[in-house]
């Protein structure tokens, strides 16, 4: 009897963050694909805090991985019982604009914790670090990609996972130009994770004795706080309109910019404590909010995009994760169910490019 080897499709995942690690996940189970995912950093991580996760965003998670209501509490996830809107400057301050009651159960997680217990169900063989992607050029058998280190590899179909400056998205929308690049959504934000034990010293005991999402409005910014880590931390947030584009995206930020931001806040209930709040940190940073208003495609032969390397939205409700997760739903289930990679990323693309033109009405 010969010893026949079956082929398996190989597949690359450009991309560490949530969105990679989610679909690498969803790929797992499928004996037929060989999947290796490339993160561009030293380590896997992710930016900022809290996440959150609507019931519909948790479902998609769960035909995933099935087990996904263990994960999110192994990473500290905490329901989400209410959003309570307030008022944060002016002769209103301190005022209830409303409360928004969750009639389904939505989550928050801290990004760093889901990546984690993401990644803790993947084999250590198929996760590759320090790869930065610099070079793709696409063959009659497969796609070469070259990396920053020198590493080339040859694969059947490439999923770009990349995010919002993606590399991948400039070699799928043939776009050397930049004009489906991402642009200025014209705020900035900074964050910081603090203690529930500070939050309450600074900001009161109030705001804290139900599980709650806060959000302040008021002249220029807005104030954002929510709990994580089981009810042990609290994101701190405050965002701002940008009066020019940033030449960073990241800036440093002082106390001096804070108090200009919000000069007509700090009579108010909020403004102070969190100034405090997040100017508690090594490195203050603004980081300049950007997303992508236009994509002609989703797929160019054997390479797609997925999650803000597609689609990037400004980080406000988790819709951006949801979205990721829907994408590496739809493209587990082809990849599944077709032999051909080129015609399961064509079919990916061509329902993606439909939800789009139904979302923007045209």
């Not at 998670?61 to 087990?67: D, E, N, Q, V």
């Not at 209830?96 to 009651?101: E, F, G, K, R």
């Not at 793709?136 to 497969?142: F, L, N, P, Q, V």
């Not at 965002?239 to 009579?267: C, F, I, M, Y």
Request: net charge negative; aromatic share 6%; charged share 20%.
């Amino acid at each position: 009897m010969s010893n026949l080897s079956v082929h398996r499709t190989r597949i690359a995942i450009i991309g560490g963050g949530l969105a990679g690690t989610v679909l690498a996940n969803a790929l797992l189970p499928m004996a037929h694909l060989d999947m290796h995912l490339f993160e561009a950093d030293a380590c896997f991580s992710e930016r900022g805090a809290a996440i959150g996760l609507s019931s519909t965003a948790q479902s998609a998670l769960k035909h995933i991985i099935p087990s996904a209501d263990e994960l999110l509490a192994k990473a500290g996830a905490v329901p989400m019982n209410s959003t309570r809107t307030m008022i944060g400057s002016g002769v209103a301050a301190a005022s209830l604009v409303l409360d928004l009651p969750r009639t389904t159960q939505g989550k928050v997680v801290h990004r760093g914790s889901l990546l984690r217990e993401l990644l803790s169900g993947l084999p250590s063989s198929m996760l590759h670090t320090g790869k930065k992607l610099t070079d793709m050029e696409s063959t009659d058998d497969g796609i070469e990609l070259t990396f920053e280190d020198g590493y080339m590899a040859r694969f059947d179909a490439v999923v770009g996972a990349d995010g919002i400056f993606s590399r991948v998205r400039k070699h799928v929308t043939r776009d050397p130009g930049g004009v489906y690049a991402a642009s200025p959504a014209g705020f900035w934000d900074c964050r910081n994770l603090v203690t529930v034990e500070k939050a309450r010293d600074v900001l009161g005991q109030d705001l804290f004795r139900v599980h709650r999402q806060y959000g302040w409005i008021g002249n220029g910014a807005f104030i954002m706080h929510d709990v994580l880590d089981h009810g042990h931390k609290i994101q701190c947030v405050i965002s701002g309109v940008e009066a020019k584009q940033a030449k960073n995206r990241a800036t440093p930020l002082s106390r001096h910019d804070l108090n200009l931001v919000l000069k007509d806040w700090l009579d108010g209930p909020i403004a102070k404590g969190m100034i405090e709040l997040v100017l508690d940190q090594d490195n203050p940073q603004r980081f300049s909010q950007w997303e992508h208003k236009s994509t002609p495609t989703y797929s160019d032969g054997r390479t797609c995009i997925m999650g803000d390397a597609a689609h990037a939205t400004t980080p406000w409700q988790g819709y951006g994760l949801g979205l990721a997760i829907e994408d590496a739903v739809i493209l587990s289930t082809l990849l599944a169910e077709t032999s051909s990679c080129r015609g399961a990323l064509d079919e990916f693309s061509a329902g993606r490019m439909a939800m789009q033109a139904w979302t923007l009405g045209d």
